[in-house]
Nanobody, 119 residues
Framework: QVQLVESGGGLVQAGGSLRLSCVAS????????MGWYRQAPGKQRELVAT???????NYADSVKGRFTISRDNARKMVVLEMNSLKPEDSGVYYC?????????????WGQGTQVTVSS
């Protein structure tokens, strides 16, 4: 069974930075698009950033210029660098993956890591 294990969440003041990591196991990492989603209390889960197997990135408008997603295929890891954090960035951040070329429903999720940004 696919495992996605996140780490790096925590409490930070507005304007600060955090680095989230997700290590995958039991998958062929290089054929997967990877990414991060987040969910704030009372809100739907939303896309933060994704990265394809070829390194093409996509970001939510709200995080462009502040967040950077990257992947390390040798370590089966995807990283989200978050800078200039705002209180509205708070939520549970989930690591996501889907084998490229497969439809919705083939994705997997991590357990999530809490990010709290205080004002």
């Amino acid at each position: 069974q696919v495992q996605l294990v996140e780490s790096g969440g925590g409490l930070v003041q507005a304007g600060g930075s955090l680095r989230l990591s997700c290590v995958a196991s039991r998958i062929i990492f290089t054929i997967n698009a990877m990414g991060w989603y987040r969910q704030a209390p009372g809100k739907q889960r939303e896309l933060v950033a994704t990265i394809t197997s070829g390194g093409t990135t996509n970001y939510a408008d709200s995080v462009k210029g502040r967040f950077t997603i990257s992947r390390d295929n040798a370590r089966k890891m995807v990283v989200l660098e978050m800078n200039s954090l705002k209180p509205e960035d708070s939520g549970v951040y989930y690591c996501w993956r889907r084998p490229e070329g497969t439809p919705v429903g083939y994705e997997s999720w991590g357990q999530g890591t809490q990010v709290t940004v205080s004002s």
